[in-house]
C-alpha cells in the first residue's frame, strides 16, 4: 500500500494551473536562454556531471510568489493521504489533517469518495487520532488500527492506545458515491 506523506507542499499539487505557468515559464527559459550580458568566444560545453549526482543550475531561475487563495490553507494541512484501491468505479481515498493539539489527537482523519467534477468530493470525518494505518483494503471495506491519546481524568497525564476498526460502505446506483460509511469497532 503506498501512502504519500504531504508536508506542507499538498497546496502546490492542488494549484496545478498556476503551476503549469510557472512550469511554461520555466520550460521557456531552459529552451530560450537569455544572451548572456559578456558573450564569450570561447567554446561551449554541457557541464560534466557533479560528484554524487547533484544538479548544476542550466537556465533561468523563475521566482515563485505565494499563494493568495484561502483554500489552499486547507489542502497545506493535509499531511496524510492513502488511494483505495479496489473500488471499482469509486475513487476513494483516506487522508488525514493537521490540527488541534498535536500531543492529544491531531490528526483530524477522513475517508472521500470522489463525486464529480462540479460537486467535487464527498467526505466523511472519522475521528480525531494520533495516526492511522490501513491494514486491509477490499471492495466497500477498510479496515484500520488507530493510535489515539488517551488524558487520566484523575491525574491529567497523557496516554496512548491502539485501537481498530473497520469502514464499510456501498456505492449507490450506477457506482454512485456511497450516502453513508459505517464504522464498526475491531480487535
Known amino acids: 500500500m503506498k501512502r504519500i506523506m504531504i508536508a506542507g507542499t499538498c497546496g502546490l499539487l492542488i494549484s496545478g494551473l498556476a503551476g503549469c505557468d510557472r512550469l511554461s515559464a520555466a520550460w521557456e527559459g531552459f529552451n530560450n536562454p537569455a544572451p548572456a550580458e559578456h558573450p564569450s568566444t570561447a567554446p561551449t560545453s554541457t557541464p560534466a556531471p557533479t560528484p554524487g549526482g547533484a544538479l548544476v543550475e542550466a537556465g533561468q531561475a523563475v521566482v515563485l510568489q505565494p499563494e493568495t487563495d484561502d483554500a489552499l490553507q486547507t489542502a497545506a494541512a493535509v499531511v496524510e493521504l492513502d488511494y483505495l484501491p479496489d473500488q471499482g468505479d469509486l475513487t476513494a481515498k483516506m487522508f ?57 481524568q484523575a491525574t491529567s497525564e497523557i496516554g496512548s492506545r491502539q485501537t481498530a476498526i473497520i469502514l464499510s460502505f456501498t456505492p449507490g446506483p450506477d457506482g454512485a458515491v456511497p450516502e453513508t460509511v459505517t464504522v464498526t469497532p475491531a480487535r
Open 96 to 152: 488525514g489533517t493537521a490540527g488541534g493539539d498535536p500531543a492529544m489527537n491531531g490528526l483530524y482523519t477522513y475517508i472521500a469518495f470522489y463525486h464529480s467534477p462540479a460537486e467535487g468530493w464527498r467526505v466523511f470525518r472519522i475521528g480525531d487520532y494520533l495516526d492511522y494505518q490501513i491494514q486491509a483494503v477490499s471492495a466497500g471495506r477498510v479496515e484500520l488500527r488507530l493510535s489515539e491519546s488517551v488524558m487520566d
